[in-house]
């Protein structure tokens, strides 16, 4: 095999009493499996293909340390005898796999969403309804105990180690930020009390464990947050962490209710590595950094550089359980990128559902959608090539099925290469060229450029034929709709059409928001990242915020985002990106009307009535985002010819049509042929 292209991500790293095969860190990710006892080997399943792949450690979702530390009401704990049975499933099937497995220990402090919430002061958190209770001397010592015993039962259940969980704002970190630890006794007060907790967990936990168990800790090296701590005091609570007994220490990066981006696709990739690179030299420990790194060249460069000696990944994880052994063979051009969308991981947490992976349909999902062995080699037609058809088409073919792709255009993609147009979204021409690459190596005959009709595909004997033709953007019925300054999203978004400089949208559903972006995208901004969202990457203010960051850079060009409801504009946004839409289309300027009937189009301009009355949007383009139609006309032709179809994706259904739903479609289907 010809040498490795990825060195430092690949060398092995000796902890002392163990010694990890390489230098990437699956990341500790809620799955929402953690929370019944009756999915536990499902997570056994999940972490085993992981560990299969090759992942130097695995840590898993949070796990409490006791009643008051869940996250919401019957989350996850590890409290007692009892309770090691269920994680032993998961331990013997991660070390079966040749893998090595921490459990990270979670106490939610004032993020828990129940009653029984606690923390150092009575302060509500603005991302709960719930307000803690405010620890005694007595109720700190119980929490340390319970971390200590839980790090302890880890241990009998198998675990190589523990993650304590000291950064994102969760409890420990409420005590070591003076913003939510008012205390005045030895909890509190001066930063070397506010950080007696996270010391003391840390110590107790290595009594408790002994030496030969993996300890890391989950630092929160940048808070985000007014008020946060400052680089110095990172380094210090980084040596007193160290002293304790910690192996490793971790990066966190953000607190869950500070307002800038960490981990949202338009976040570039490895954003903050330099903050983990402010703590090497000042402790001896391994340093893992994180977020956003998605790519083995990307986790490469960093490693290379010296940020850190090892990297995080989780949802990447997700996407591709077989990451590492493809960058171990130099088959990087076959892994499935997180494009960090977090709409079938993040999103479904959130939302109390357990959590997939838009491109990867089977993540957390491995034990009921299998991609196993045709039983017989049957002759597949998929007609469309989005990301229903090329799931389905792939998927298929991985199986050995012989599959032949249709396309009309002379490209894959569909609606989704639009999206990579968007300022923000350029990761999703990762998922193309997973899929173009697929196509080669499964086998898949592709027929580009060409439109199936129903008499060929029946003509060609078929033992099955899969339409997903897609969607075709809807054309409202308002006057003056075909007059040639209206546009569609389409024509935005391929560039077949330049908009001017005043541009009223009709549609503020996921697509108008993507075309008020690319419309309202400054350009040529010339701020990076840090300026725009006002990262202080100089270390001089507290919890890396810069004090005036202004409200960042209008739009040079007017742009209306306009919907009839009256409830807020991006309501069926992803809740953990919503919010960062709504933020930046703010800041660049773009008015959002709502509550508004469309009168007419002229030369004018778009007539509307608003609740105040009636308005006249001066505009040079009008373009439309009104959502979707499908396009199943050939299922029906089909279908008349008395040739029996699926139909999958847009094509079935346009209401509501995502690519998390057109992708897992796709594969579950071509999971049963
Ligand atoms: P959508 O989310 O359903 O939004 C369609 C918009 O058009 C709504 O704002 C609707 O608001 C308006 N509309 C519907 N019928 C209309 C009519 N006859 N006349 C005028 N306005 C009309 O559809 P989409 O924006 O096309 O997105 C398609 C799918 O892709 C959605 O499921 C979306 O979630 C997904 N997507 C998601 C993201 C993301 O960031 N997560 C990004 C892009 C796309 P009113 O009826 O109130 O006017
Ligand atoms: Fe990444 Fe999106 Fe998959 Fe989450 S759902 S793991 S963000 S690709």
């Known amino acids: 095999m010809s040498a490795s292209l990825y060195p430092h991500l690949l060398a092995p790293l000796d902890l002392g009493f163990v010694t990890l095969p390489n230098r990437v860190v ?28 090759q992942v130097g450690l695995i840590i898993t979702g949070g796990i409490a340390p006791n009643m008051a530390g869940w996250t919401k ?108 630890n008012r205390r005045d006794d030895e909890w509190g007060g001066a930063y070397a009390n506010r950080i007696r907790l996270a010391v003391e967990i840390v110590r107790r936990s290595r009594e408790a464990v002994g030496p030969d168990f993996i300890l890391v800790f989950r630092l929160s090296m940048l808070d985000l947050i007014e008020g946060g701590s400052s680089p110095e005091e990172v380094r210090l609570l980084g040596q007193e962490i160290e002293a304790a007994g910690a192996t490793l220490i971790n990066t966190g990066i953000g607190w869950h209710e500070a ?30 950094t994180s977020n956003r790194i998605n790519d083995p060249g990307v986790a490469e460069a960093v490693l290379s550089r010296g940020d850190a000696d090892l990297v995080s990944m989780a949802r990447p994880l997700l996407a591709d359980a077989e990451f590492v052994r493809k960058a171990a063979e130099n088959r990087v051009d076959e892994i499935n990128t997180c494009i960090a969308c977090n709409q079938a991981c993040l999103d479904h947490v959130f939302e109390s559902k357990s959590a997939s992976c838009l491109v ?49 255009a002379a490209e894959i993609g569909g609606q989704f290469r639009l999206a990579q147009r968007v300022p923000g979204k350029e990761e999703f021409a990762e998922t193309l060229r997973y899929f173009a690459r697929q196509i080669e190596l499964t086998g898949v ?53 330049v908009a001017g400089s005043r541009v009223a949208i009709i549609g503020a559903g996921g697509i108008g928001f993507d075309v008020a972006e690319y419309l309202a995208h400054p350009a040529q901004s010339g701020a990076s990242f840090h300026e725009q969202w006002g990262i202080d990457v100089h270390g001089e203010h507290r919890g890396g915020l810069l004090p005036d960051a202004g409200d960042g850079l209008p ?16 309501r069926g946004l992803g809740k953990t990106t919503g919010w960062i839409h709504r933020t930046t289309l703010k800041r660049r300027g773009v008015q959002m009307l709502t509550g508004i009937e469309y009168q007419r189009i002229d030369e004018a301009g778009l007539h509307l009535s608003t609740p105040s009355g009636p308005r006249v949007l001066e505009v040079d383009h009008v373009v439309i985002c009104a959502g979707q139609e499908k396009c199943d006309g050939l299922a029906t032709e089909l279908s008349q010819l008395g040739a029996s179809v699926h139909v999958i994706g847009g094509a079935l259904l346009a209401a509501e049509l995502d690519a998390k739903r057109a992708i897992e479609e796709g594969a579950r289907l071509a999971a049963g042929f």
């Open 26 to 53: 699956m990341g500790s990710m809620h799955t929402g499996l953690e929370d019944r006892p009756e999915d536990f080997p499902k997570l056994a399943e999940y972490f085993a293909e992981r560990a299969r792949g």
């Open 73 to 180: 009401p019957f989350a996850g704990k590890l409290t007692n005898g009892r309770e090691v049975g269920r994680h032993r499933l998961i331990t013997e099937a991660v070390h079966e796999a040749g893998g090595l497995v921490c459990m990270q220990v979670l106490h939610a402090g004032r993020y828990a969403y129940h009653p029984f919430a606690v923390a150092p002061s009575r302060i509500k958190a603005p991302i709960s309804p719930f307000t803690p209770r405010s620890l005694t001397r007595f109720g700190i010592m119980r929490q340390v105990s319970a971390f200590a015993r839980c790090a302890e039962l880890a241990r009998r259940a198998g675990y190589d180690g523990v993650e304590i969980m000291g950064s994102e704002g969760y409890f420990i970190n409420e005590f070591i930020a003076a913003r939510t």
């Open 259 to 288: 307002r800038i981006p960490t981990i949202a696709a338009m976040v570039p990739r490895a954003a903050f590595t330099w903050v983990t690179r402010q703590l090497r030299g000042h402790v001896n420990l391994p340093l893992i």
């Open 360 to 408: 990867n349909p089977r993540a957390a999902r491995e034990t009921e959608l299998r991609y196993l062995p045709a039983p017989a080699r049957r002759r597949i037609a998929v007609v469309g090539a989005g990301p229903a058809g090329l799931s389905c088409a792939t998927v298929a073919a991985q199986r050995g099925h012989a599959v032949t792709l249709f396309e009309a």
């Open 445 to 497: 005959e592709a027929r580009f450029g060409q439109r199936a009709t129903a008499e060929e595909l029946v003509g060609e004997a078929f033992d099955e034929i899969v339409v997903a033709t897609g969607v075709e953007p809807r054309i409202p019925t308002i006057e003056g709709v075909s007059r040639p300054e209206v546009l569609s999203y389409v024509d935005v978004l391929t560039g077949r059409a």
């Open 555 to 570: 739009s040079e060009r007017r742009v209306y985002l306009l919907q009839r409801k009256a409830t807020p504009p991006g």
